[in-house]
């Protein structure tokens, strides 16, 4: 799974895969069919185990707002580990052309759909009581997979832990400014494109 999330599946060789494992070319072929094979089963490890932090905060009963803040300065201080700098294996899959593949791309779909329907119920939960239509939720719950998206492309960018923090920052700033107008009755802040 290092391999994938270190190197990105294109650039990671068979080579290198059998260095990782201490499994030899036939033996990765037999247990996986090939190196897709292997790709979907790191994949779907990294999402069940190491992903699942990252989103824990915004899954457990009775989240609002405070999780989310939580759930994303987890990801900025993951981001200074050894593991955290080459960001999340599911998102830099995103942007791959593995992640078109019928094998890859129903498995990232589940992660996004899964990351949304835990911001969603976080920001139901921080909403509750204010009658707040779903389609503005839903936009809310949108922007939040940008953003928590976009901290994992920047963990793994040359940039300075700054940059990361400043994003964050401000996008949970903006959330709460959009979070405190809808509950005071004005819907959501307007911004002309």
């Known amino acids: 799974m290092f391999s994938f999330l270190e190197r990105g599946y294109e650039a990671t060789s068979l080579s290198a895969l059998e260095k990782a494992t201490g499994v030899d070319r036939k033996g990765l072929y037999n247990t996986f069919g090939d190196k897709e094979g292997l790709f979907v089963v790191a994949l779907q490890r990294f999402i069940e185990t190491g992903s699942a932090r990252h989103i824990l905060f915004t899954e457990s009963e009775g989240a609002a707002f405070p999780e989310i803040v939580s759930a994303f300065e987890f990801i900025v201080a993951h981001s200074q580990t050894e593991m955290g700098q080459y960001g999340c294996l599911a998102c830099n899959s995103l942007r791959e052309p593995i992640g078109e593949s019928p094998n890859v791309q129903p498995i990232l779909q589940g992660y996004l759909t899964r990351v949304q329907s835990a911001f969603h119920s976080a920001l139901t939960n921080e909403l509750d009581g204010f009658a707040i239509p779903t389609p503005l939720i839903d936009k809310l719950a949108h922007s939040l997979v940008g953003t928590f998206v976009g901290a994992f492309v920047l963990?793994?960018?040359?940039?300075?832990?700054?940059v990361l923090v400043d994003f964050v920052e401000l996008a949970l700033g903006q959330l709460n400014v959009?979070?405190?107008?809808l509950k005071s009755g004005n819907g959501?802040?307007?911004v002309d494109l």
Not at 155 to 162: E, N
Not at 178 to 181: E, K, R, S, T, W
């Open 155 to 162: 963990a793994r960018a040359p940039v300075s832990v700054a």
């Open 178 to 181: 959009q979070l405190q107008a």
């Open 188 to 190: 959501l802040a307007s």
